[in-house]
């Protein structure tokens, strides 16, 4: 069970749920001995850090991945000019810095 550090606490989250849904939420938090409160904010997290990792997450159809393979196993050569261009390019994002 992680530890609770209510140092950092700081901000405040609300929600009205239905008296089904806290009961049901009050039963976990009781059976992994938390507060209500650690259990939603642990169970929240948790939500969150999933839904953002699948967010970013890169999915193709089979056609997909096929088109992806193929670009990147039969790469055409980079024309002089983009690589000029890309070279110039850091040379002036190095200035400004």
Do not use: C
């Amino acid at each position: 069970m992680p530890t609770k550090d209510t140092s950092t606490r700081t901000s405040r989250l609300e929600a009205r749920v239905a008296p089904e849904t806290l009961a049901l939420v009050k039963r976990a938090a009781e059976i992994q001995g938390r507060s209500v409160s650690d259990f939603v904010v642990a169970a929240a997290q948790e939500a969150a850090k999933r839904a953002i990792e699948d967010a970013q997450m890169i999915r193709f159809s089979l056609e997909g991945q096929e088109a992806f393979f193929e670009a990147i196993t039969n790469m055409r050569p980079v024309p002089d000019g983009f690589r000029k261009a890309v070279r110039r390019h850091r040379e002036l994002i190095r200035d400004v810095r």
